[in-house]
């Protein structure tokens, strides 16, 4: 765990204490529901070892661990990522048996009137700086959705175990570098749609470079003041008393409890695996082979802890020092982070948590690029390349876009022909691009694949009225119910 850091709140509307922290959960004596939340706790919390807790904490021989970080950041710079998206419960084929909620007729519907051939999907090439919350947008965009609902990026059970031991030391390390720590409050303020723009250009500006975020929900200084909030009643009170035994009460967390035992004793109001949404693309996938095999995850971590420990140095001396004015203090705070080294090659996307739409990300394939790029164009010496919007700017017959730009793939395989045009669009102009896809686009609140299948059903059905009635429904929705030629879809 990495040393604890109390950043200063900004705002002081905003100071809490570890009272202040989730919800109590009343105490139920012997109740069913009392032990049921214990043998869930205790379920959970067999799965972990103490070794596993302790592989990802700091320890002093790191020196096989820096070669290792050294290794993994001198590789290639990537340029792009191919991601296969494919909507959760939609497969119609012989996986499909696995999906209990999914019955022949239905998967019947979504062949003939879904045009589904395997699975609702997208294939899409992304830029290697894009964010996650610009890759939302592009989810929106591709599956037919009109970002009306809440949603979330996480990682899957085995990884986030994996990488948390399931204790709270080694989580709040990650909180504002890889987790957002549960809040009541989302705080995209900008994701309502105001209107101006019709909503689909609207989007496109979103997953479009530049990408930024202005979310204080995933400012690595607010998070890890967030997470050390829960702990600090105990950290003060063992201080305090120093070899005493402090009196300690149900809301007194130790650094090293289970996530699962807090969860017994307060209502997070979120889930713990919650990606924060300004982690780029290229910090946080990787493709594995027998060939390319995954880094220990002591390496992972103690990379990340490494860069922690400098960040953390560099905020706590800013805060000291009277040279800085106020806002120049709260703009280095709100733009520090902490860099990681890309740890996972599938990632889940959820949207409406009534619905409970599941996107599965997996990586497909990454884009490196070999050659120098200031060899390449005079960056330094283009006044126009000034303009943030410049990327966007650039048309096919500009030099830059003609530039003999070699792309490889993840085997180091070169890229050529129409694929390489596609690399060009996106590594130039940081726009993602759709490649291929399977299945018309869903819609919002139609109660997930199975309502979909539904819907399509009744449209399609002998009820004219009925029919009438659920197609003018969809439509109010955005839902055509033509299915779009990739290179369209964003």
Known sequence: MADIIKFPNNDPSQEKNSSDIGIPIPPTGKSEFAKMRQEMAAAEKAKFTEEMHQDLMFQDDINECIKAIAAKANEPERVAFKLHLELENSRIDAESADDPFMDANQAEILKKYGKVEKAISRDIIVPADMTLYALHYAIQRLFGWQNSHLHRFSLSENDFDLVTAGRYDTYMDLCGVL???PQDEIGFEDDVYDGYYPLKSWMKKKYSRPYYIENVCDLYSVNQSMAYQLIQSYVEKTEKKGRKKPALNDRDFAPDSYLADIETKIFMGAPWNYLVENMVVNELFDIFTPDRKRMDVHDWKTGILLNQDRVNQMLVKIKDDKSYSKEERFNIMTTAVVESLPYFDT???????????IVKIKVVDFYTVLDDMDELYDFENDEDYDDVDASNDLEEDDDLFKNPYDYFNSEGI???GELKELLKKVDF??????????GVNVLDDVHNVWGFADMLSVIHGKNKQEAKEMRAWAKSQGWTGRKSKPENML
Not at 347 to 357: H, L, R, S
Not at 429 to 438: F, K, L, N, Q
């Open 179 to 181: 987790f957002r720590f």
């Open 347 to 357: 990632i889940y996307y959820n949207y409406d948590f009534g619905d409970d739409w």
């Open 414 to 416: 070169l890229v050529e």
């Open 429 to 438: 102009r940081g726009v993602p691009v759709c490649v291929a896809s399977d």
